[in-house]
């Protein structure tokens, strides 16, 4: 009986999963090394949206029939950052609205909540840790927010300026609990990302990155499942306009360009940024 019990937990698990396997990420998408200055503050928001009609197997094979239906997703965050001291920042990303469809299916609904903190290492941002509590309050029956329980993710960043060229990445670690209603709980994430930018003027920058994601094989009621794991390789471009000295608006293009167990989606995410001091 526990095999069956754990068979159908793993179904609906992967399910889940097939439903809502985009690429973007509400913490690691777009941050930069930068920390907030003392007592400064700033809101940003953002709009995306992701749609798929194929994707790729276990083994990284594209599947050879396209999806009867596209599978489409669209998420608004909303991240608060504050300048505590000196080189401390603490942050909080809320996805007020995700919405996934495919079909006859879709779900909606808030997603998780990220609180976390940036503390610079070193000055002009050339290294950042980023510390981030995940709070599950997305709803993993409707496939809403991330796999699994609540979640650690510790990062650090970079960032380098030369005259108009800038280049920043990332790289860090995830790991998430079991979560209590599915009984499902993620391997271990491991992220990369890198970006480079051309400052066409004092006004308009271009973008072009590679964001690099891998999930271990998870565990369906404390057992392991082989061949649930995941990875994926986005290719982003765009452009950053600032329309103020304290606002800006930046869109990208997201293509997924390899993975495992993944959608191959497609899509756009559009940010405007306001910042008080």
């Not at 930068?34 to 749609?51: D, I, K, N, P, R």
């Amino acid at each position: 009986m526990r095999r069956v019990t754990i068979a159908v937990i793993a179904l609906i698990a992967v399910a889940a999963f097939s439903a809502t396997a985009f690429a973007y990420d509400h913490l690691i998408t777009n941050d930069t090394a930068v920390v907030t200055e003392a007592q400064g503050m700033s809101v940003e928001a953002s709009l995306g949206y992701l749609t798929a009609s194929n994707g790729w197997d276990a083994d990284g094979e594209k599947f050879d029939d396209d999806y009867a239906d596209n599978a489409t997703r669209l998420f608004i965050p909303v991240k608060f950052k504050y300048g505590v001291i000196d080189k401390l920042e603490v942050f909080g990303i809320l996805p007020v609205i995700e919405k996934w469809d495919q079909g006859d299916a879709g779900e909606s609904g808030i997603g998780d909540l990220y609180v976390g903190a940036k503390y610079g290492l070193l000055p002009d941002a050339l290294a950042t840790l980023r510390g981030t509590l995940i709070i599950p309050l997305g709803d993993d029956d409707k496939g809403l927010g991330n796999a699994g329980g609540f979640g650690i993710d510790a990062g650090v960043l970079s960032h380098y300026q030369m005259d108009a060229i800038g280049l920043c990445g990332q790289a860090g670690l995830r790991w998430a609990a079991e979560d209590s209603d599915t009984k499902w709980q993620p391997g271990l994430g491991i992220y990369v990302d890198g970006e480079a930018s051309y400052a066409l003027s004092d006004m308009l920058s271009l973008q072009a990155g590679l964001e690099i994601m891998m999930v271990g094989d998870g565990k369906a009621d404390g057992t392991d499942i082989d061949k649930s794991g995941s990875n994926l390789i986005e290719l982003g471009v765009g452009g950053t306009y600032a329309l103020a000295d304290n606002m800006g608006l930046r869109g990208d293009i997201l293509f997924d360009v390899a993975g495992k167990n993944q959608n191959a989606s497609m899509g756009a995410l559009i940010r405007f940024c306001y910042g008080i001091k």
